[in-house]
C-alpha cells in the first residue's frame, strides 16, 4: 500500500468499518493479495455477499487490452509477449476510457477520495473515487437519490455497486 495509505488491514478497517455505510456492514469486503516476485503489485479485489464482483491489478487491465483486441494474443504466449506494449496501451488508454483498472488507479483513487469532501468524490470523473464514495456512510439520502438517476451512466461494474447502496437504503 505504501507509506502514503499505510498498511492493508488499517485500510480495510477503515473502508468496511469507519467509512462504509451501516446498511452495508458485512456485505462489502475489500482484499489485497501480493504475491511474491510481483515487484510490489498488488491484486486488490472488491466482494460483495461474498462474491468478487471487480479486481484490480496489471494483470485484468492487460487481459482487457487482449480481450477488446487493443492487443494482439501471441500463441504461445511468453511473459515478454504476454506485457509487450502494455505501458505503450496503458498510456493510450487512460483511466476514463477503460472498464478495468490498475492496482496503481485503486490506490491513487483510494488517496484522492481519503483527501476530498464526500460531494466532491461522488461526482469525481474517476469511477474508482465514485465506488468509495457512494458506499461511504457520510453520503446523505438526498444525495443518494440524485445519484439514482446517473446509475444508467456508470460502467457496468459500478452499476451494481449504486443499485447495491439504492437498495439497502430503501430508495
Known amino acids: 500500500m505504501g507509506k502514503i495509505l499505510g498498511s492493508w488491514s488499517g485500510m480495510r478497517k477503515y473502508l468496511e468499518q469507519e467509512m462504509l455505510a451501516e446498511s452495508l456492514r458485512g456485505r462489502v469486503r475489500y482484499g489485497c493479495t501480493a504475491y511474491v516476485g510481483m515487484d510490489g503489485c498488488h491484486i486488490f479485489e472488491i466482494c460483495i455477499d461474498g462474491l468478487q464482483i471487480k479486481r484490480f491489478s496489471l494483470e485484468t487491465v492487460n487481459t482487457y487490452f487482449i ?3 487493443y492487443k494482439e494474443p501471441v500463441k504461445p504466449m511468453s ?3 504476454y506485457w509487450d506494449n502494455f505501458w505503450e496501451l496503458l498510456d493510450k488508454f487512460p483511466l476514463k476510457s477503460r472498464t478495468e483498472y490498475t492496482d496503481a488507479e485503486f490506490s491513487g483513487a483510494l488517496k484522492e477520495y481519503r483527501n476530498q469532501k464526500i460531494q466532491v468524490s461522488i461526482n469525481s470523473e ?7 464514495a457512494v458506499l461511504d456512510k457520510r453520503l446523505g439520502k438526498n444525495t443518494l437519490k440524485k445519484v439514482k438517476e446517473t446509475i444508467t451512466n456508470q460502467p457496468e461494474w459500478l452499476q451494481t455497486i449504486y443499485r447495491l447502496r439504492i437498495e439497502a437504503e430503501l430508495i
Open 67 to 69: 480481450d477488446n483486441g
Open 79 to 81: 511473459i515478454p509477449n
Open 126 to 132: 474517476n469511477p474508482l473515487v465514485r465506488m468509495f
